[in-house]
């Protein structure tokens, strides 16, 4: 198991930026790939940036590419997603997520450990 807990959300304007971190504790963090997802008020949660166990691979929702980064240091257990050139649609809570997969998914049943989330609100 994986115990998830993230930081860094909080009120900016539009075109700024944040950088969220999760820190993972429990079993070995290099064990599991990693997705951000966000949820905004009365809509479904959904995928926002996804990383291989190793790091090498990434991959993002079209309506972040380009403005958002995923990454991971694996010696500190902890994944960060830099949210740039924010917009006030990308306001939501956001989740990390650890997935036993091999793979890299979008969907939200391929991750079986969740944080809590923490709020990103965009200013217009």
């Known amino acids: 198991q994986v115990q998830l807990v993230e930081s860094g959300g909080g009120l900016v304007q539009a075109g700024g930026s944040l950088r969220l971190s999760c820190a993972a504790s429990g079993r070995t963090f290099s064990s599991y790939a990693m997705g951000w997802f966000r949820q905004a008020p009365g809509k479904e949660r959904e995928f926002v940036a996804g990383i291989s166990r190793s790091g090498r691979s990434t991959y993002y929702a079209d309506s972040v590419k380009g403005r958002f980064t995923i990454s991971r240091d694996n010696a500190k257990n902890t994944v960060y997603l830099q949210l740039n050139s924010l917009k006030p649609e990308d306001t939501a809570i956001y989740y990390c997520?650890?997935?036993?997969?091999?793979?890299?998914?979008?969907?939200?049943?391929?991750?079986?450990?969740w944080g809590r989330g923490t709020q990103v609100t965009v200013s217009s």
């Open positions: 997520a650890a997935s036993e997969l091999l793979t890299i998914r979008t969907t939200d049943g391929a991750y079986a450990y």
